[in-house]
């Protein structure tokens, strides 16, 4: 078996997972079970071990293993005729597995992709190892995937754990952090939605009301100065504002078919 971690000290505890089946619950079971556990133990500690240097610390592997071990542990039924060992690894390797999959990555990267990454990491590394280019064209002919997968796969090489925005462009510390190179949003293209739903109510207003609303938002005067400019009452500019603003906000929710039969 591939996936058979059977050494010659494992433990013989056929006789007890035989008494676990029959005794109730209570301490005396949960101390045998304790034990039992306890002894494969080193089991699991050698299957983590297949799994370091993937960015995962050897003692938090070797937790993750105990609880695939102790899920083994409770679902075994020696009524089967089969060994524990040939049991337990599949379920504490994939419990590893698991662990890799839904904890490890800081981008969530669908399941597909993430195996055509392990598939393209192999292929690079053999690929690498006989002399050859670990070109796009040569891994897809080495894997039998087609250039696009191998694209995401590549792609996904990298998103296994993000850079912190700390850390330095270059490695003399001369380049500014990456945060320093990000974009930040820029507050005018709101700005900009805003004016292009306001134009058409703006359009339908007459000559007086489009001056009214330039010299109050655009200008910025006061609507006594604007009356005083216009030789109209302030009563008058403030209703002539409020009214032009609340034809503008009906234009804007029109459908936009509508608004562009009127531009």
């Known amino acids: 078996m591939a996936e058979d971690s059977r050494y010659a000290d494992d433990p013989d505890t056929a006789a007890d997972f035989r008494r676990l089946l029959e005794l109730p619950g209570g301490p ?21 071990a297949r799994y370091r240097n993937r960015g995962e610390t050897l003692e938090d592997l070797r937790q993750v293993a105990a609880i695939g071990l102790v899920n083994a542990v409770d679902r075994y039924d020696p009524a089967i005729g089969r060994a524990f060992a040939p049991f337990a690894v599949p379920t504490i390797t994939g419990e590893i597995k698991r662990h890799f999959r839904d904890r490890m990555w800081s981008v969530h990267v669908p399941r597909r992709v993430q195996n055509l990454r392990n598939v393209v990491r192999l292929a690079r590394a ?9 070109t796009s064209a040569r891994i897809a002919e ?30 003399d510390g001369g380049e500014p952090l990456l945060g320093d190179r990000l ?9 900009v939605l805003d004016r292009e739903a306001a134009k058409p109510g703006i359009l339908r ?7 009214v609303l330039y010299l109050r938002f655009f200008a910025g005067m006061t609507q006594s100065a604007i009356a005083a400019e216009l030789g109209l009452s302030q009563m008058h500019v403030s209703r002539l504002i409020a009214e032009s603003c609340r ?7 029109e459908p936009a078919t509508e608004r562009r039969s009127l531009v």
Request: aromatic share 4%; glycine share 6%.
């Open 28 to 48: 005396a079971r949960e101390r045998l079970r304790s034990q039992v556990i306890c002894a494969w133990l080193p089991m699991a500690h050698r299957l983590a």
């Open 142 to 171: 080495h894997t039998g995937l087609s250039e696009e997968d191998v694209r995401q796969g590549s792609e996904a090489l990298y998103g296994f754990s993000a850079l912190s925005l700390d850390a330095e462009t270059a490695p």
């Open 205 to 211: 207003l007459a000559e007086r009301e489009r001056r």
């Open 247 to 253: 034809r503008i906000r009906e234009s804007a929710h």
């Open 183 to 191: 974009g930040a949003v820029d507050e005018a293209y709101d700005l």
């Open 126 to 134: 053999e690929l690498a190892a006989s002399g050859t280019a670990p």
